[in-house]
C-alpha cells in the first residue's frame, strides 16, 4: 500500500523534500515509518521516536490524516492505504 509523507521546517531540510509517497507493508505502523525514516536519514536519526522506540518524542507533532497520533495508539497507530503522515518538529517561539 501507498502512504504520503509530509515533512516541515527543519525536518523538510532533513529529508531534502516536503513531501514523499512511500509503499510500505499492509500491517505497517505509524512507528515503523518513522523508525525507517530515522535510519534512513541523519538529519533525523534520534529525533522522531523515543530510544525505546515505544512513543514520539516530546513536542513533535505526528499527524495521521490531520489527527495527532498522541490521541490515537501513538506510534503504534495502525496505516491504511491513502494515508497521509505528517511530521512536524518542536515549535518555538515567543
Known amino acids: 500500500m501507498e502512504i504520503d509523507l509530509r515533512f516541515f521546517a527543519t ?53 495521521k490524516n490531520g489527527r495527532n497520533v498522541a ?3 501513538g506510534p503504534a497507530t495502525a496505516l491504511d492505504d491513502g494515508d497521509v503522515v505528517s511530521v512536524f518538529p518542536p515549535v518555538a517561539g515567543g
Open 71 to 73: 490521541h490515537m495508539e
Open 11 to 63: 525536518f523538510r531540510d532533513a529529508v531534502g523534500d516536503k513531501e514523499r509517497t512511500r509503499t510500505v507493508n499492509e500491517d505497517a505502523t505509524v512507528g515503523d515509518i518513522l523508525a525507517a525514516l530515522e535510519d534512513e536519514y541523519d538529519g533525523l536519526d534520534g529525533r522522531l521516536l523515543t530510544d525505546d522506540g515505544e512513543a514520539v518524542r516530546e513536542q513533535l507533532s505526528v499527524l
